[in-house]
């Protein structure tokens, strides 16, 4: 398998001014365009965005050797990653300008084992609740049949910034 990126891509940070003023949807439609780059984490884990909407997200993954526990199969971080990407996405897209968010806690269920020979991984992120202070999203990992793969849930803190 090989990565989702090629070796010229450019990863990056959204400069906290810019962030200020733009919103979630801005953000996610941004990176889709090509003016902000995709976070540094997603080239560590070979992930990418591949659709957005209001309150859902859906990031695609590869996992490669490069991820393997040592047992020999994905390990539970990598899918934790993918999770975790998907569901703080979703609730990113609803965000107004002027707020910001951070993980309070994520669980994750996986159901099935992923290799270097999985393929390409779509974990969609929706958002069950979001409120002025507290918000909730689901997501679900499957692979290119929609073969379930992990679940889970996440809680996020909606802030001002």
């Not at 891509?9 to 959204?14: A, D, E, T, V």
């Not at 909407?53 to 050797?65: H, T």
Request: hydrophobic content about 40%; some cysteine; overall charge negative.
């Amino acid at each position: 398998m090989e990565d989702l990126y090629d070796a010229n891509q450019k990863f990056g940070c959204i400069p906290m001014e810019m962030a200020k003023t733009m919103s979630g949807a801005d953000v996610y439609q941004k990176m889709l365009d090509g003016e902000v780059l995709p976070p540094p984490m997603y080239r560590v884990a070979n992930i990418k965005l591949k659709e957005f909407g209001d309150g859902r997200a859906v990031i695609q993954g590869r996992p490669l050797f490069d991820h393997y526990n040592p047992i020999g199969t994905v390990h539970g971080g990598w899918i934790g990653t993918i999770m975790d990407a998907a569901l703080a996405a979703s609730i990113h897209t609803k965000l107004p300008v002027g707020t910001g968010f951070t993980t309070v806690e994520f669980k994750v269920n996986m159901v099935a084992p992923l290799t270097d020979k999985t393929g390409d991984v779509f974990c969609e992120g929706n958002v069950i609740h979001f409120g002025r202070r507290i918000a909730t999203s689901e997501a679900r990992l499957v692979n290119a049949d929609k073969k379930l793969l992990a679940h889970g849930v996440e809680t996020c803190t909606i802030l001002s910034v």
